[in-house]
């Protein structure tokens, strides 16, 4: 799926420029490459324009996290921006009623017969009865091969070989969803090989009549651009509440999957992945730009670098607030977090190079360099330092005894 992108992407990151920070200079070429690669990938202009403009307002200057290349983060920035293209979250489908309506709807070889059968089976497993109604009268086939993938799926069929008329068949079906108490009803409608006003019409009839809470336009993955002009024209006429994308285990194009939600403002709720009723899932914008991208690994290892910076910021708090020297309890909290993170103590030689410059205005060079080196773990590095404070205490007060009065001193006036 999106092999050639994918591609494109990671020749492009494996040739980006290392530097100790993300600049114009090496940000420009880059940029170049991305909107290349989504416009060959069958990605709406205006959508590329907005993506790329998104990605060098975060790229440009921004400093790159301690150990992390900015080859590393470029791709962190890219993979967060697609993201966010699509979706950010998952998206839910709205199944409040009692039936639950979804109507399907796209051209003719997108897959809605086989997608509806999916869906059915796909909430089938989440304990909900569903009712499949066959309301493609335009294909001869069409309703036989719906009985038979439902029979497969074990899915009730509600299907009329006397009655002609769409909207006629339309009430019935909801009809015997509504009085047989069925959970969801999901309706199968005719498609075209192009857009015109007689399918639009005959959806809109359908839409007035069963009142759907759901309205999910099939995207075929290997029409590209072409799938996002269509949901547009379907969007128009019917309102749909969403899309899913089908034909993504073929050579698909990115176009769709980048692109749809963007254009129509709705959001991909599902994706088809293979022939079989089991292919099918919710929609992840996290996944998907994992895929697109193919660096799901490199991914990881930034989202784990900024962690550790995040927690060495926590301690950074913490330490101001007990004047440097922290206590027992934020130790051992710091480690329940560290091993709560799934990390090992080989992190801390980042946490320590984050403290470094701390520790440097308070500390001879010579114990910065006994504490970096002999630092095993997370607590012997705060046991440590807490004795290189010590010891800056004592020096300061001018030695052992007079340090000891000074403390008792102290421990009196309060």
């Known amino acids: 799926m999106f092999d050639t992108l994918s591609k494109k992407f990671q020749n492009l990151f494996s040739s980006f420029a290392k530097g100790k920070k993300i600049s114009d200079s090496n940000i420009e070429e880059a940029i170049k490459e991305v909107r290349f690669a989504l ?12 993506f790329v403009q998104k990605v060098k307002e975060k790229a440009i200057g921004q400093e790159v996290i301690k150990s992390v290349s900015p080859k590393e983060q470029f791709i962190k920035i890219v993979h967060d921006e697609l993201i ?4 950010k979250d998952e998206a839910k489908l709205n199944l409040s009623n009692k039936p639950a309506v979804i109507m399907l709807c796209g051209l003719q070889g997108s897959g809605k017969t086989t997608t509806s059968v999916k869906i059915a089976h796909f909430l089938k497993n989440k304990h909900k009865r569903v009712l499949l109604a066959a309301l493609d009268l335009q294909r001869p086939a069409a309703i036989e091969q719906l009985k038979k993938l439902a029979s497969d799926a074990k899915v009730d069929v509600f299907s009329s070989q006397d009655e002609k008329k769409v909207k006629n068949v339309a009430k019935l079906a909801h009809k015997k969803a509504i009085d047989e108490k069925y959970d969801v009803l999901i309706i199968d409608t005719a498609g075209r090989l192009h857009i015109d006003e007689v399918l639009m019409d005959e959806l809109a009839d359908i839409k007035k009549i069963t009142n759907p809470d759901e309205v999910l336009y099939v995207a075929n993955a290997t029409f590209g651009q072409d799938a996002v002009k269509t949901a547009l024209e379907f969007d128009k006429k019917v309102s749909i509440t969403g899309s899913i994308l089908t034909m993504l285990d073929s050579d698909a194009r990115a176009g769709a999957a980048i692109s749809i939600k963007e254009v129509t403002n709705k959001p991909l709720k599902f994706e088809a992945t293979g022939e079989k009723i089991e292919d099918f899932q919710i929609f992840n914008p996290n996944s998907m730009a994992d895929r697109i991208l193919g660096m799901g690994d490199v991914i990881n290892l930034v989202r784990k670098a900024k962690e550790v910076v995040d927690e060495v910021n926590e301690v950074h708090e913490k330490m101001e607030e007990e004047s440097h020297i922290p206590n027992k309890e934020t130790v051992e909290a710091i480690k329940e977090a560290e091993d709560g993170g799934g990390k090992t103590f080989e992190t801390v030689d980042e946490l320590i190079e984050e403290l ?19 630092s095993s773990d997370m ?16 020096y300061q007060a001018g030695g052992q005894i007079e340090y000891t009065r000074w403390t008792k001193e102290l421990e009196e006036a309060e």
């Open 39 to 50: 416009l060959e990938a069958d990605v709406n202009y205006s959508v590329v324009s907005h």
């Open 84 to 87: 966010d293209l699509m979706g």
């Open 379 to 394: 607590y012997n590095f705060f046991y440590k330092q807490k004795r290189i404070f010590l010891d800056i205490c004592i």
């Open 356 to 374: 470094e410059s701390d520790i440097d205005t308070l500390i001879v060079n010579d114990k910065i360099q006994w504490l970096l080196k002999s």
